[in-house]
């Protein structure tokens, strides 16, 4: 399934761990300002760090999000639409619904026609394009963007166990990612985070292929389910 990546591997394996009701706010530089009281803010560097959501799988008919890996208009929801979404929503498994999305927008095309769907984790942010509508897999293509969306619940041990055992092979110095030998479905090959979340959707929708590929992944992707179905 075609899908635009939204985050760096980079990005999740060093950003702190976030929540499933929480998403990320990068490091930034704040300049000096006046408060309303008067008090004045020197400039400083305000470090990363995960902010709780306060709405939650919010549908907005725009947004003030830019996105620099994707060529969409954001339009208007119909109302069926988001029956259709809040109908597959529920189908989730129970783990992956406690990661809630901060916006839910409706995009005409992701990059690409044939795109159904796209999930921006820094933002908790899900996207549904025209495509998903016709899908007959519409339950899949949930499964592996709300995947997007819990990497950065991820810890550094365990997204470097994952990339581990899908077989890539990872030199941090360099900044080089090298995929596996043997991919899950081609695209895997474009970034860890992409391989995690078509290991996520396949455990679902395919585990014996899964296992057959790549027994050694689907092992550790099911720890890491297990683990989150505990919590």
């Given at each position: 399934?075609?899908?635009?990546?939204?985050?760096?591997?980079?990005?999740?394996?060093?950003?702190?761990?976030?929540?499933?009701?929480?998403i990320?706010?990068?490091?930034?530089?704040?300049?000096?300002?006046?408060?309303a009281?008067?008090?004045k803010?020197?400039?400083?560097?305000?470090?990363?760090?995960?902010?709780?959501l306060?709405?939650?799988?919010?549908?907005?008919?725009s947004?003030?999000?830019?996105?620099?890996?994707?060529?969409?208009?954001?339009?208007?929801?119909?109302?069926?639409?988001?029956?259709?979404?809040d109908?597959?929503?529920?189908?989730?498994?129970?783990?992956?619904?406690?990661?809630?999305?901060?916006?839910?927008?409706?995009?005409?095309?992701?990059?690409?026609?044939?795109?159904?769907?796209?999930?921006?984790?820094?933002t908790?942010?899900?996207?549904?394009?025209?495509?998903?509508?016709?899908?007959?897999?519409?339950?899949?293509?949930?499964?592996?963007?709300?995947?997007?969306?819990?990497?950065?619940?991820?810890?550094?041990?365990?997204?470097?166990?994952?990339?581990?055992a899908?077989?890539?092979?990872?030199?941090?110095?360099?900044?080089?990612?090298?995929?596996?030998?043997?991919?899950v479905?081609?695209d895997?090959s474009?970034?860890?985070?992409?391989?995690?979340?078509?290991?996520?959707?396949?455990y679902?929708?395919?585990p014996?292929?899964?296992?057959?590929?790549?027994?050694t992944?689907?092992?550790?992707?099911?720890?890491?389910?297990?683990k989150?179905?505990q919590?």
């Amino acid at each position: 399934m075609p899908i635009i990546l939204f985050i760096l591997f980079s990005t999740a394996l060093f950003a702190s761990v976030c929540g499933p009701h929480e998403i990320y706010v990068r490091e930034q530089w704040i300049e000096s300002y006046k408060r309303a009281d008067g008090t004045k803010v020197r400039a400083h560097l305000r470090k990363a760090h995960c902010r709780e959501l306060t709405q939650f799988n919010y549908y907005q008919d725009s947004t003030t999000q830019t996105f620099k890996k994707i060529k969409t208009n954001i339009k208007k929801w119909k109302s069926e639409e988001k029956k259709i979404v809040d109908e597959y929503l529920s189908k989730l498994p129970e783990w992956l619904k406690k990661y809630k999305q901060g916006e839910q927008l409706r995009g005409d095309v992701g990059g690409n026609a044939h795109n159904p769907a796209a999930g921006i984790p820094l933002t908790r942010t899900l996207i549904i394009f025209d495509k998903f509508f016709e899908a007959s897999n519409k339950l899949d293509v949930l499964i592996h963007e709300v995947g997007h969306l819990t990497i950065l619940d991820l810890t550094k041990e365990e997204m470097l166990g994952f990339a581990n055992a899908s077989g890539w092979i990872i030199n941090r110095e360099k900044g080089i990612k090298t995929p596996p030998k043997i991919l899950v479905i081609p695209d895997s090959s474009e970034s860890v985070s992409e391989d995690y979340a078509n290991h996520i959707e396949i455990y679902y929708s395919d585990p014996t292929k899964l296992k057959k590929v790549n027994p050694t992944s689907f092992s550790y992707i099911e720890k890491i389910i297990k683990k989150r179905e505990q919590k």
